[in-house]
């Protein structure tokens, strides 16, 4: 009966040791598929690492874009405000010419209206020759100054084109 318990025990242990196998087996599919599983997920965890790294370089690629139209953007501000400053400092001096040619202007117009009352008195009293002459004399007097009144005028004028 020994031998027949040691063979018992002999089989019970190949049993054992053939379902402990089978197990084994069974663990190493599932090992295996497992890895599998995990190898896919890395190469689709690279895939998308891949996919990152290329949309971080359209974002930088765009930031740098978007930094260089800022750029653009401050610099045609600076040239504008040059530009604006500009446009100020030559309307101000054209309100000042302006204002200049006015005031010649109603002295002229304050001259030719004195020039008419002269004119005037002078129909109305019928002075001599000589007085006559002296008031012409006077009028054209009054008349060259006004006429180099208005040449500096228009030389203004003509500075004031040329800026």
């Known amino acids: 009966m020994k031998d027949r318990d040691r063979i018992s025990n002999l ?42 790294e290329a949309g971080q370089a359209k974002l930088e690629s765009g930031q740098a874009m978007l930094e260089r139209g800022h750029g653009q953007t401050i610099s045609r501000l600076d040239k504008m405000e040059g ?28 001259v030719v209206r004195k020039n008419s009352i ?22 054209m007097s009054r008349f060259d100054k006004i006429d180099l009144r208005f040449e500096r005028i228009e030389q203004d004028i003509e500075v004031l084109k040329l800026k």
């Open 11 to 52: 089989e019970e242990l190949m049993a054992d040791l053939l379902i402990r196998m089978d197990r084994l087996e069974d663990g190493q599919s599932r090992l295996e598929l497992g890895q599998a599983k995990l190898e896919a997920g890395q190469a689709k965890l690279e895939s998308g690492q891949a996919k990152l």
């Open 83 to 110: 530009i604006l400053g500009k446009l100020i400092e030559n309307q101000m001096e054209l309100s000042d010419k302006q204002g200049s040619f006015q005031d010649a202007l109603l002295d002229l117009i304050k």
């Open 118 to 139: 002269d004119i005037e008195m002078i129909k109305d009293t019928m002075v001599t020759k000589e007085t006559l002459a002296q008031c012409i004399e006077a009028m």
